[in-house]
């Protein structure tokens, strides 16, 4: 099993262009999230899923969509850089959202200019 | 808002030595857990503790959980050069809408000198 992976590694936009960040796992986790990690802030959550089709927002979610289509993939998309989203992303899944430890991708540190 | 606050904010400590991190919250938890972040990586997971558990043991690590004190210790015992990375402890509370959510403290930065 490859687990949770993530792609680009790293990426540099400038102000106001938007992309799309990449994860997929091939756990068969329903679970998946996407957390920013900023210097001394620890992770905070921005989107999560329950499973395909189903989405909700974290803690931080203004400035990124998300969709579910597949039990697999769940990207992020920032819609306008800003430098306030400098950051490094993880995805992590779980088999559940209870009880069940999260597995981490390797993450992508993003700048944004 | 992050739940979980792990002290000290930065351990240093020789190799062999046993390192405590301690973790507090704030809000009642079904489980907590405790990952480990080497140097730009992605977190990894080490060990869960339900809310009804009070201590448990994978290999070094030794967890602890008082929830009358909604606090939790790891303990690293035998310390390695290898064990030099970020701590971080997890809370999974209820946050609405049937789902559960992780929340993250800030971590511990434990070095260890060889």
């Known amino acids: 099993n490859a687990g949770v992976t993530q792609t680009p590694k790293f990426q540099v936009l400038k102000t106001g262009q938007s992309m799309t960040l990449q994860c997929a796992q091939d756990?068969?986790?329903?679970?998946m999230s996407w957390y920013r990690q900023d210097p001394g802030m620890g992770l905070r959550l921005i989107h999560y899923?329950?499973?395909?089709?189903?989405?909700d927002q974290g803690e931080v979610p203004n400035g990124y969509n998300v969709s579910r289509s597949t039990t697999e993939d769940f990207p992020l998309r920032l819609l306008s850089a800003a430098p306030s989203q400098t950051s490094v992303y993880f995805c992590a899944s779980s088999y559940s959202t209870v009880n069940y430890e999260q597995y981490f991708g390797p993450g992508t540190r993003l700048t944004v200019t | 808002s992050q739940q979980g606050e792990e002290d000290p904010q930065a351990l240093s400590i020789q190799e062999g030595e046993n390192a405590t991190m301690n973790c507090s919250y704030k809000t009642s938890i079904n489980n907590l857990q405790w990952y480990r972040q080497n140097s730009g990586r992605g977190l990894v997971h080490l060990i869960l503790i339900r809310s009804n558990e009070r201590e448990k043991h994978s290999g070094r690590l030794r967890v602890t959980l008082d929830t009358s004190k909604k606090s939790s210790s790891l303990l690293i015992t035998a310390s390695r050069a290898a064990d030099t990375a970020s701590y971080f402890c997890?809370?999974?509370?209820?946050?609405?809408?049937?789902?559960?959510?992780?929340?993250f403290g800030k971590g511990t930065k434990l070095s260890v000198i060889p």
């Open positions: 997890a809370t999974d509370a209820y946050s609405g809408a049937g789902s559960y959510q992780l929340t």
């Open positions: 899923s329950v499973g395909a089709g189903i989405t």
């Open positions: 756990m068969n986790h329903e679970y």
